[in-house]
């Protein structure tokens, strides 16, 4: 993901947070898509230690590191102005009923 540069404005964006990459967390381990032969399969590795993943309950949820890298990088380099961002919801049944692997 390109670093955005210093700007004042409005920062707009329509669905953007569901469409980022979310990580699969399970009971210490995290769940990852690897390529075998033409398939893409899950595999797992050990969850590390100290990983902000790490400090979630364990009850095999998602967690979107890359919307906080989002956050960290429009609230660094916003000199002035406004973030809107619209997401339409859903109930936490839902969300988590579709799981959304890129």
Same mark, same amino acid.
């Given at each position: ?16 947070? %569901? ?7 399970? $009971? %210490? ?18 969850? @590390? ?9 364990? $009850? ?37 009923? @579709?799981?959304?692997?890129?």
């Amino acid at each position: 993901c390109d670093s955005l540069q210093p700007f004042v404005g409005v920062h707009f964006s329509n669905e953007l947070l %569901d469409a980022m990459p979310v990580r699969l967390i399970g $009971d %210490d381990v995290e769940k990852l898509v690897d390529l075998e032969g033409d398939k893409f399969v899950f595999v797992e590795r050990p969850l @590390r230690q100290g990983a902000p993943a790490a400090r979630l309950p364990r $009850d095999d949820g998602s967690f979107n590191q890359a919307a906080l890298d989002w956050i960290d990088d429009v609230a660094s380099n916003l000199q002035r102005g406004y973030v809107i961002t619209i997401d339409y919801g859903r109930s936490g049944g839902e969300f988590h009923e @579709r799981i959304q692997v890129r």
